[in-house]
């Protein structure tokens, strides 16, 4: 089955930067674009990141664009979110999620990881 | 950007009741619409795309309607596991956009 585990959540202060991880299996994660989604405490939803499945088309919400980074390493089933310039509304859990279907450029997001904390805090 | 209006912001039903929750765009997304579920603790989870389509393993007491820009979740007989908070999200175009969330509560 479909499984994606989030790393590298923690709490950093403001200005640095930190990389987010997924490792992803049960699927051909090399089929499939992926995302970045965030939850800052006791809010919704907000997307920030797609990566197509070939790694050649990027897009950013207006929020992180210029200090996120998606990438992907499909020989290692892995995907990765760079941040830097951490501020304190950064703070939030941050999900990847796989869209669906394949071979595609795709918002549905059919499987989520569990998710990594991240809090910004001098 | 189009954005996702989601009503009531709280939705308070008893078990066994129907649950009827509203998503609304500012533009028109054809179909393209997702409901997701996300429970105290945990990720959200995908129940409905193709604004009507459950996903694998979602139970037949949810389903969903509407094209456009006018979208509805009905839930036909909320069960204890049905408590929780659900967003619409639109994947029409780029930068999907998510509904602020609709929290069904006892």
């Known amino acids: 089955q479909v499984h994606l585990v989030e790393s590298g959540g923690g709490v950093v202060q403001p200005g640095r930067s930190l990389r987010l991880s997924c490792a992803a299996s049960?699927?051909?994660?090399?089929?499939?674009?992926m995302h970045w989604v965030r939850q800052a405490p006791g809010k919704g939803l907000e997307w920030l990141a797609i990566i197509s499945y070939d790694e050649n088309d990027h897009n950013y919400a207006d929020s992180v664009k210029g200090r996120f980074t998606i990438s992907r390493d499909n020989s290692k089933k892995t995907l990765f979110l760079q941040m830097d310039g951490l501020t304190s509304e950064d703070t939030a859990i941050y999900y990847c999620?796989?869209?669906?279907?394949?071979?595609?450029?795709?918002?549905?997001?059919?499987?989520w990881g569990q998710g990594t904390l991240v809090i910004v805090s001098s | 950007e189009i954005v996702m209006t989601q009503s009531p912001a709280t939705l308070s039903v008893s078990p066994g009741e129907r649950a009827t929750l509203s998503c609304r765009a500012s533009q028109s997304v054809s179909s393209n619409l997702a409901w997701y579920q996300q429970k105290p603790g945990q990720a959200p989870r995908l129940l409905i795309f193709?604004?009507?389509t459950r996903a694998t393993g979602i139970p037949a007491r949810f389903s969903g309607s509407g094209s456009g820009t006018e979208f509805t979740l009905t839930i036909s007989s909320l069960q204890s596991e049905d408590f929780a908070v659900y967003y619409c999200q639109q994947y029409s175009n780029w930068l999907g956009t998510f509904g602020q969330g609709t929290k069904v509560e006892i």
């Open positions: 193709g604004a009507s």
């Open positions: 049960g699927f051909t994660f090399n089929s499939y674009a």
């Open positions: 999620a796989k869209g669906r279907p394949a071979y595609t450029t795709t918002w549905l997001l059919d499987y």
